[in-house]
C-alpha cells in the first residue's frame, strides 16, 4: 500500500501549479492540516497563494517552509513520461515537482499530522507556511507575508525550510545560510556618430570597459568564517546597433553580487559607484543610470537548539555528519531570518531539480517525514 508521503506527493505533481498558480494544492493542504486540528490561514496578495497553519500556542515557535509552485517543464515532449503524471520507475518518482519541492512539502504535511497526532500538548507552536511564489517575483510570496508577521507582532524562533539541499545522500548537506543577492543595472550613455569621425561622437563602450574591467579585478571582501569572498559577476552587456559603422549612443550592462555577510548591500553600491565616476563613467542627471535591485540580505544561522536538533535528528535518521553550508542560490529562509529565526535548510537531492525528468528517490521520500518529525519532536515535544 503507498505511504502517505507518496500519496501526498503524487497528488500535489498532478497539479501543475507553475508558478505563481497554486492549482489548488494549498487547499488540499489547508483542507488536511484543519482535520488535524491547525489553525488555517489562506493569505491571498496579488495572483499569489500563501498558506499560513499553526497547532499550539505560544513559544517556542516552529516553522516549516516551503512552496507549492514549481517551475515551467519545458516542452513535455522532452520528458521520458509526461511532467504532470507521476510516474515511478527504477525506485525514483519522476515528474516535475518531485524533488522542488512537492515532495518536502508533502512531508512536511505528514510530518506535523503524525508530530500533533503523537503530541497534542506538545510545547510552544508548531507550523506550517507555505507560498506560490519561491519559484517566481517572490514579492508576494513570503516576502508579503514576513512583512505582514512583522505588523503583526508573530515571533518565529526557528524555521525549517524544506528546500533540497543535499547532495548525493539525505541529510549530507544542510544550508545554515544564503548568501545575498544585489543586482546592477546599469545604462551608458555617450553619443551616437560614424565610426570615422569619432572627435564628433562618445563611444560608451570605451567608456565602460577601464570601468568594468576595475569591477572585476576588485577584491570585495575576503569572506568570514560563514561565508566565501563575495563575488561579482557580469550577466549581460549590449551595445551596438549592428552596423560596422556606427558608434553606438548607449551600452547597457547587468551585474549580479553575491555576499556574505563581510560587505553590506549599502558598502557595495557606494564601491561600484565609486569605481565607475574613477573611471569617468558619469551618473546622474542626463548622464547614466545605475538601478539596484536587493533580492535578499545574506543570513547564516549561528550555533543554536534548531541547529542542534537538525543535526540530531540527521545523525538518527541517517547515519551520516552532514556538511554546513551557506552555499547555493537564495531562498524564502532570506525572508524570515531577518525576523530573528534561526533557519535550516534540510531537503531531498538536488542533482535533478529546474530539470527534464526531475525526479526523487523513494527511499529518501518515504525517510523524509521522519527526519522533520524528529526535529519537531527535539524542539517541541516531551510535555
Ligand atoms: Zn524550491
Known amino acids: 500500500m503507498p505511504s502517505p508521503v507518496f500519496e501526498l506527493t503524487c497528488e500535489l505533481m498532478r497539479r501543475a501549479s507553475v508558478t505563481p498558480d497554486d492549482a489548488g494544492c494549498q487547499a488540499l493542504i489547508g483542507e488536511r492540516l484543519g482535520r488535524a486540528g491547525f489553525a488555517i490561514e489562506h493569505l491571498r496578495y496579488g495572483d499569489v497563494d500563501n498558506l499560513w497553519a499553526t497547532h499550539g500556542d505560544g513559544a517556542p515557535v516552529l516553522v516549516f517552509l516551503g512552496h507549492t509552485d514549481v517551475v515551467p517543464s519545458g516542452p513535455a515532449a522532452n520528458w521520458t513520461s509526461p511532467p504532470f503524471e507521476p510516474v515511478v520507475r527504477d525506485d525514483r518518482l519522476y515528474g516535475r515537482g518531485a524533488a522542488d519541492m512537492k515532495s518536502g512539502v508533502a512531508a512536511m504535511v505528514v510530518a506535523l499530522e503524525e508530530f500533533v497526532r503523537a503530541q497534542p500538548q506538545h510545547a510552544g507552536t508548531i507550523a506550517l507556511l507555505v507560498t506560490s511564489d519561491e519559484e517566481g517575483a517572490s514579492i508576494d510570496g513570503v516576502r508579503r507575508v514576513a512583512d505582514e508577521f512583522r505588523r503583526r507582532g508573530q515571533r518565529i524562533d526557528a524555521c525549517v525550510v524544506g528546500e533540497p539541499s543535499s547532495k548525493q545522500r539525505l541529510g549530507d548537506l544542510v544550508r545554515i545560510g544564503r548568501r545575498g543577492s544585489l543586482t546592477g543595472r546599469l545604462t551608458v550613455r555617450g553619443v551616437q556618430g560614424h565610426v ?126 552532514p556538511e554546513l553550508s551557506t552555499g547555493g542560490g537564495t531562498s524564502d529562509g532570506r525572508f524570515i531570518a531577518p525576523l530573528g529565526a534561526e533557519v535550516v535548510e534540510l531537503g531531498v537531492c538536488n542533482a535533478s531539480i529546474h530539470k527534464v525528468d526531475e525526479h526523487v528517490a523513494l527511499d529518501e521520500l518515504e525517510r523524509l517525514p521522519a527526519l522533520y518529525g524528529a526535529i519537531a519532536a527535539r524542539m517541541l515535544g516531551g510535555r
Open 196 to 321: 570615422a569621425y569619432p572627435e564628433k561622437a562618445n563611444n560608451p563602450i570605451h567608456a565602460f570597459a577601464p570601468a568594468l574591467a576595475a569591477l572585476v579585478a576588485e577584491r570585495w571582501d575576503e569572506g568570514n568564517d560563514a561565508f566565501p569572498p563575495t563575488s561579482f559577476q557580469l550577466s549581460n552587456l549590449d551595445a551596438g546597433t549592428g552596423a560596422d559603422n556606427v558608434i553606438p549612443g548607449e551600452l547597457h550592462a547587468v551585474f549580479n553580487f553575491r555576499f556574505g555577510t563581510a560587505s553590506t548591500a549599502q558598502a557595495l553600491r557606494e564601491r561600484t559607484e565609486a569605481i565607475l565616476r574613477r573611471h569617468g563613467v558619469d551618473l546622474g542627471a542626463g548622464a547614466g543610470t545605475l538601478d539596484w535591485w536587493l533580492s535578499g540580505e545574506p543570513f547564516a544561522t549561528p550555533a543554536g537548539p534548531l541547529r542542534a536538533a537538525a543535526l540530531a535528528a540527521i545523525r538518527e535518521s541517517c547515519g551520516a555528519e
